[in-house]
């Protein structure tokens, strides 16, 4: 199925929630379960930038799709993190620029050459370098999709529920995309797939390691996808991933939940 990049650059906005009575909020809350979640969401959403400058010193960036897929992506990502911004400012939980600043400044050198180790290594690599990229954007939109979705069973609060799938809508289109260019540009090409196998076995974590403590990150992986519900969900993302040209076996979801103790 073939992925209409200019229909999807014309079409992109940022989510809007105006007409949304997200009011409610301040009489009926989340509870504090949920918003440490969505926090740790919220945080993802606005660390895009970030993502988009370490694509952008790669050769993904002189593919003229894959150029203007991330400019509109990081811009739906961007209006997700202010979306759950404000969900969070209703419940008195400001997060600030200063907030989101203070967090980069603190993930230190690692963060400041990642560029450059990404540049150096990426330019190596070359072209098969957009496979593995694609491949690994699949994954996480996968993942944000799955963790959106869970977050609306397990917290059927009306008004939250508008937004989640209004996110997951534009979510969706992300999966669309990573996938497409991935499934084209793994298949007939083994050296591109021994790669992002290699990449996918050794490196992938959940969306957020890295940004956020890891008992953050166990705490949301644990209240998305514990117990039988949320293991269906992480197989499925796995299912996809194997389905895709040399991708047969991988399971590294599954993995990444069972390093986290998190109970299927
Ligand atoms: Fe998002
Ligand atoms: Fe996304």
């Known amino acids: 199925m073939a992925f209409d990049i200019d229909r999807f ?14 009011d409610v909020f301040r009489d009926d809350p989340l509870p504090p379960r949920t918003l440490r ?33 991330m400019t509109m992506w990081n811009r739906e ?3 997700h993190g202010e979306a759950l911004a404000h969900v969070l400012e209703l419940h008195g ?22 560029p450059v180790r990404q540049s150096v290594l990426s330019n190596i ?5 957009v496979a593995v990229h694609m491949l690994w954007g699949a994954v996480n939109e996968w993942s944000a999709s799955a963790a959106y979705k869970r977050l609306g069973v397990l917290e059927p609060h009306p008004a939250l529920g508008g937004l ?35 990449a996918l076995r050794t490196a992938w974590q959940p969306v957020g390691s890295g940004i956020s403590s890891e008992s953050e990150v166990t705490h949301v992986m644990n209240h998305l996808f514990s117990g039988r ?25 599954a993995d990444a939940m069972d390093a986290r103790g998190v109970a299927a």
């Open 229 to 253: 519900e949320g293991r269906k969900e992480i197989d499925a993302i796995d299912r996809h991933i194997a389905r895709l040209p040399g991708m047969s076996g991988l399971r590294v979801v």
């Open 77 to 79: 990502e961007f209006w």
């Open 37 to 69: 979640t969505l926090r740790y969401m919220c945080d993802v959403e606005y660390h895009t930038v970030c993502y988009l400058r370490d694509m952008l010193v790669t050769p993904s960036r002189a593919d003229p799709e894959v150029g203007t897929f």
């Open 9 to 22: 650059a014309r079409d992109s906005e940022g989510v809007t929630w105006d007409d949304l009575d997200l």
């Open 125 to 129: 690599v070359g072209k098969d370098f």
């Open 93 to 114: 939980i400001t997060v600030t620029y200063d907030d989101l600043k203070a967090r980069r400044v603190k993930l230190g050198w690692r963060d400041r050459i990642a």
């Open 164 to 198: 989640l799938r209004r996110i997951v809508a534009q979510e969706a289109r992300h999966v669309a995309f990573y996938t497409t260019q991935a499934r084209a540009r793994l298949a007939d090409n083994p050296k591109a797939q021994r790669l992002a196998r290699l």
